[in-house]
């Protein structure tokens, strides 16, 4: 039986199998010494190349048009980075001491600073039959003041407990971040065509950066001893947290689009966007601001809850499918 069909079948999401393999691979087999440099600066220079492409392919048309959508992308502004940050504070408040040990207690926080995705609430947000065009301007625009927002957030909640100093974090925020981002931008006229026709293949781009730089946290972190600090029960509990939240959210999110009076399609791209969390953007971003020592376990909430997050929107994407089949 083709493996692709398996995978299909059992709503094994192929990309989340391959960074499960990549930190089963970090643990056995975990990049030390002159290696682990190498990989370091590998990491860095995939980073840059990874928001250049985003820089690239972000099509300023697609932005225009969605932007007069102005009160759908407040709310979903609101929600990434005001509802997500203060439901991790109450979570962090109510849970009991040493439910969640410290470096995944911050790991919970980092996540809820974090912007939307953006591949996946657009492919959403078309299989539900939402607002399409809104959805690439909201999430794009979420990605865009994530830069500059995550830091922020993440000083303000987390401060000392993790990240690095803050003129370290501006200086290679804009160096490894903005400035490809910038640069992809302004590239944009000569290669946004050419990109545009093979985002399949700078996919791959994207997702091999990611687990390179899974493959670098984690195996820092394994040389420092992450599995002798965490457990099974520990992952255990991080899942039923990450679902309360993934949970709390998407409820807050549909509700809160019925009362102000949104219109379905509306609704359906504010639940996606609104509700999501960036691998892409989370993982490098991880690098930059806490360190080595403790990144392996900061990104495991994050890695939790981006597949979590997936599964429980396939679900709801397909129910808004057939419900807008059957009203047709």
């Given at each position: 039986m083709n493996p692709g069909k398996v995978l299909e079948r059992l709503r094994i999401d192929p990309y989340i199998l391959a960074l499960v393999c990549t930190v089963a691979l970090a643990s056995v087999l975990p990049a030390r010494g002159q290696v682990a440099t190498g990989f370091g600066w590998a990491t860095k220079a995939a980073i840059a190349l990874l928001f250049f492409l985003h820089g690239a392919r972000l099509s300023r048309e697609a932005v225009i048009q969605g932007l007069g959508h102005w009160?759908?992308?407040?709310?979903?502004?609101?929600?990434?980075?005001?509802l997500f940050p203060l439901l991790g504070l109450v979570i962090a408040r109510i849970l009991p001491a040493g439910l969640l040990i410290g470096p995944l207690g911050i790991g919970m926080l980092y996540l809820c600073c974090l912007p939307s995705t953006v591949q996946s609430s657009i492919a959403f947000t078309s299989i539900a039959r939402g607002n399409v065009a809104a959805a690439v301007c909201a999430a794009s625009a979420s990605n865009?003041?994530?830069?500059?927002?995550?830091?922020?957030?993440?000083?303000?909640?987390?401060?000392?407990?993790?990240?690095?100093?803050?003129?370290?974090?501006?200086?290679?925020i804009m160096l490894q971040l903005l400035l490809p981002f910038v640069l992809g931008q302004v590239a944009r006229g000569w290669i946004g065509g050419w990109a545009q026709k093979n985002?399949?293949?700078?996919?791959?781009?994207?997702?091999?950066?990611?687990?390179?730089?899974?493959?670098?946290?984690?195996?820092?972190?394994?040389?420092?001893g992450i599995w002798q600090q965490v457990s099974t029960g520990d992952l255990a509990k991080l899942l039923v947290v990450s679902a309360v939240l993934l949970a709390a959210v998407l409820a807050g999110t549909a509700w809160g689009a019925r009362a102000l009076g949104f219109s379905k399609p509306d609704e359906i791209t504010i639940v996606f966007c609104g509700s999501k969390k960036s691998l892409a953007t989370g993982v490098p971003m991880a690098g930059i601001l806490f360190s080595p020592a403790t990144v392996g376990m900061i990104i495991l909430p994050l890695m939790l809850f981006h597949q979590i997050q997936l599964m429980a929107c396939a679900v709801i994407a397909r129910r808004y499918a057939a419900r807008a089949e059957a009203e047709s």
């Open positions: 009160r759908l992308h407040l709310f979903v502004m609101l929600s990434t980075f005001a865009l003041l994530g830069i500059f927002l995550t830091p922020l957030l993440v000083g303000l909640l987390i401060g000392a407990q993790g990240a690095g100093s803050s003129g370290d974090e501006v200086t290679s985002r399949a293949l700078l996919s791959y781009v994207d997702r091999g950066s990611i687990i390179l730089v899974v493959y670098t946290a984690f195996s820092e972190a394994v040389v420092r």
